[in-house]
């Protein structure tokens, strides 16, 4: 289809002049703020000298067919996304998500309709759940396993329920002293469901309901929660970060369950297994509402029990005679699904009262054949398989076209089309079978443009799935503090981000391995962008390691606790060893780029561009470092950099961002010692005080310690953390076999 002109919501852009040129997109650099512009120029000079110096010693440089398109953003998005640039931070406290949902509610008096709005009523969605499930955690307090002890221990049986019964004496006064947010999570619980059932399931509503639905929400966030709640941070939804899910999809199941049920008159009490539960279950229960269900919903967290509260609710529901419907991630492998049966069990449950909604991931296309669901027969399913999900569907439809249509008609081009069967070739490559659940679902589409000189030209377009919500508005805001070192983007809309995709680049590898000086200028400017225009407000790490939740530090610990002859000793030290890596502190926090080997470069004509540079920093499965000596360090990893180029990239990182603290003059580490293999001071601390026997007994300096160090310096990739800026071990020492390794930490 021919698109001469197009309107769509929330695209009220005129057409400027015929394609924006060199000039013109000159000029439209110093429209952005003062620390974009300088990032921008920082780029434009390292990308000028490092490819000249390049291209002369490339036998066959690689030049694209016309210039890259200019990376402008719509003003209205621009407008729109960069008023949050708090979403840097995927794991705010909760005290800051309550100031962001009241930001959002306050919009919805200014709201003209649109994309807009909907995309704060989605964000409304998001941090209201993001509360519920912060305090859900938050009641459950911590909980204790002792089943693996009794087992290994048969002797200690009476001690073990003992301190079983003293646990639950303790968890029962504990549960008097917050019954007064146990009230108020209730009421949260009964707001936010009417909410989802006024403003989200019913379809675009109007300003009086929403203005009457946001006053149900005014008077609870009036109220004081206690601190030791406030200063939580919240977990991470994968299943709308980095999942490729969209609320669409828990009310497509809702519309099989539906069809599946007709004429119910039981009771429907849908348990939602937490994280993604906390979302899922008060939406499909919205939607139930809508279709005359009597309904309730609860969010669990299986792998730790239930709450009294929790408990009390499950058994009367059991009383009823109500069906449960369990929502969650996709099945896979199924062993949160087998706890959250057993838990239904113990409450009076039978196996045929309950359904199973399953988001099939296309990772696993074989999950009904998972042995767990194999052991529950009688148990039925209902799946949402991947080409029935909301942004499979999306892309697939006339909606991309029509923003496609928008975004180059901005830049001057008169007539868009997008080519039938898209992508081709770079289309199929990257819908190959998956292998991880976190690959982003991406299309290529073929544009063919026209501008008023009666000139055609043909354009790729890759959209890419980057999260939904608040929880994707980090990939428009990277894209467009990075311009200069990342493809050209177009926009951001419905978790969707487009950008230009340059069919005739190569991987840069050889390119990058060949050209140190040039390369370490380049990655030098690329950190400092980052680390100038992603700043987080806060450091989140501290908090996360202390809750056990931050991927990096765990596995680093885990590694430095080897050390310890015993893994008794081991296992005990393990947190230490993560509480003491977290108070090193962090001057610079920023949203790094986490994944900085030379196969994530491309060359497109006269550029090097970064790519994958937005889902790599933080999310469920994702380490979560926060320091861009981290980036520094993973750089003078993969691209094996020497001790004199390692030097030179922390100098002229220091020298582009202003931070002055990188690397080792972070901390007092010398070279040295990084080529023992040591990523900072207080390691050496922690293996001086384990040898010397104050925090457990080790064998001595021999053999066992001196082959563990052999390991690490084989196979460890320099334990690179993101305080101690530490050092790889030098490329030259190390094996060659290193390079298929593919260790994080």
């Known amino acids: 289809m021919r698109i001469e002109s197009h309107k769509i919501d929330g695209f009220t852009e005129s057409a400027v002049e015929p394609r924006i040129g060199q000039d013109k997109a000159d000029s439209a650099i110093w429209r952005l703020t003062s620390a974009q512009v300088r990032g921008v120029l920082l780029a434009d000079s390292a990308q000028a000298g490092i490819l000249n110096r390049i291209a002369s010693e490339i036998a066959e440089p690689q030049r694209a067919s016309h210039e890259l398109l200019s990376d402008v953003p719509l003003p209205a998005e621009t407008g729109f996304y960069n008023q949050y640039r708090w979403c840097l931070d995927a794991c705010p406290v909760l005290g800051e998500v309550l100031n962001h949902l009241s930001e959002e509610l306050a919009k919805l008096d200014q709201s003209q309709g649109g994309w807009q709005e909907s995309e704060v009523i989605t964000n409304i969605f998001l941090l209201s759940c993001s509360i519920t499930d912060t305090l859900d955690d938050y009641l459950l307090g911590n909980t204790y396993d002792f089943s693996k002890l009794e087992q290994a221990l048969p002797f200690a049986k009476a001690g073990v329920h003992a301190l079983e019964r003293c646990l639950r004496i303790t968890g029962q006064l504990r549960e008097k002293q917050l019954s007064f947010l146990r009230r108020w999570k209730e009421a949260w619980k009964v707001a936010v469901t009417k909410f989802l059932q006024h403003c989200f399931v019913a379809g675009a509503p109007d300003r009086a309901t929403l203005i009457e639905q946001r006053n149900q929400f005014a008077p609870l966030l009036q109220s004081e929660l206690p601190e030791s709640v406030i200063g939580r941070r919240a977990k991470i939804p994968a299943f709308f970060r980095s999942r490729d899910f969209a609320p669409h999809d828990c009310l497509e199941l809702g519309r099989k369950l539906v069809a599946v049920l007709p004429g119910e008159t039981r009771p429907v009490m849908v348990l939602g297994l937490r994280t993604a539960g906390s979302f899922l279950a008060p939406l499909l229960s919205a939607f139930l509402s809508r279709q005359s269900f009597d309904v309730d919903w609860i969010a669990v967290r299986p792998s730790k029990g239930l709450t009294a509260q929790e408990n009390r609710e499950l058994r009367q529901s059991a009383h009823k005679k109500a069906r449960i419907v369990i929502v969650d991630e996709s099945i896979h492998p199924g062993q949160t699904l087998a706890q959250a049966i057993v838990l239904l069990r113990h409450s009076g449950f039978a196996d045929e009262d309950v359904l199973v909604l399953n988001p099939a991931e296309p990772a696993f296309p074989e999950w009904r054949d998972s042995r767990i669901l194999q052991a529950l027969p009688k148990i039925n399913t209902i799946a949402l398989e991947p080409a029935e999900r909301f942004k499979h569907r999306l ?80 990939a428009f805001l990277a894209a467009q503090s990075l311009q200069g070192f990342v493809p050209p983007m177009l926009g951001l809309r419905n978790g969707i981000l487009y950008a230009e995709w340059i069919p005739e680049a190569k991987d840069a590898t050889e390119v990058m391995t060949q050209n140190r000086d040039e390369v370490t200028e380049l990655l030098a400017c690329y950190v400092a962008a980052r680390a100038r225009n992603l700043r987080l407000s806060g450091d989140p790490t501290p908090d996360l390691a202390r809750e056990s939740r931050h991927k990096g530090f765990e596995m680093l610990s885990n590694a430095l606790s080897r050390a310890y002859n015993s893994r008794v000793v081991a296992a005990f030290e393990r947190r230490h060893i993560q509480r003491e890596l977290s108070n090193q502190g962090c001057p610079v926090s920023v949203m790094t780029d986490s994944k900085m080997s030379p196969d994530e470069w491309i060359v497109a004509g006269t550029k090097l561009l970064k790519t ?14 926060t320091d861009p000596a981290f980036d520094l360090a993973s750089a003078m990893f993969h691209f094996r950099l020497s001790e004199t180029e390692s030097a030179e990239l922390v100098r002229r990182y220091e020298e582009s961002s202003g931070d002055a603290g990188a690397g080792v003059a972070r901390h007092p580490l010398t070279l040295e010692r990084a080529h023992q293999g040591v990523a900072a001071p207080h390691v050496h601390d922690l293996h001086a005080r384990a040898r010397s026997g104050r925090r457990g007994r080790l064998g001595d300096d021999g053999g066992r310690r001196r082959r563990r160090r052999k390991q690490w ?15 790889q071990l030098d490329g030259q020492q190390r094996d060659q076999d290193a390079q298929s390794h593919h260790i994080p930490l």
């Open 395 to 474: 892309l697939e439809s006339g909606a991309v076209e029509a923003y496609l249509a928008a975004y180059f008609q901005a830049r001057g081009y008169l007539e868009v089309r997008v080519q039938a069967g898209v992508g081709a070739k770079a289309d199929s490559e990257l819908q190959k079978p998956l292998e991880r659940v976190d690959v982003r679902l991406k299309r290529v589409y073929e544009v063919c443009l026209k501008n008023s000189d009666g000139n055609c030209e043909t354009r790729y377009v890759l959209a890419k799935s980057v999260g939904w919500g608040w929880l994707s508005y980090h």
């Open 713 to 727: 310096r084989e196979r460890e990739p320099a334990f690179t953390l993101e305080h101690g800026a530490g050092r």
């Open 612 to 625: 994958d540079f937005e889902h790599h920093a933080q999310g469920k499965n994702e380490l979560g470092m």
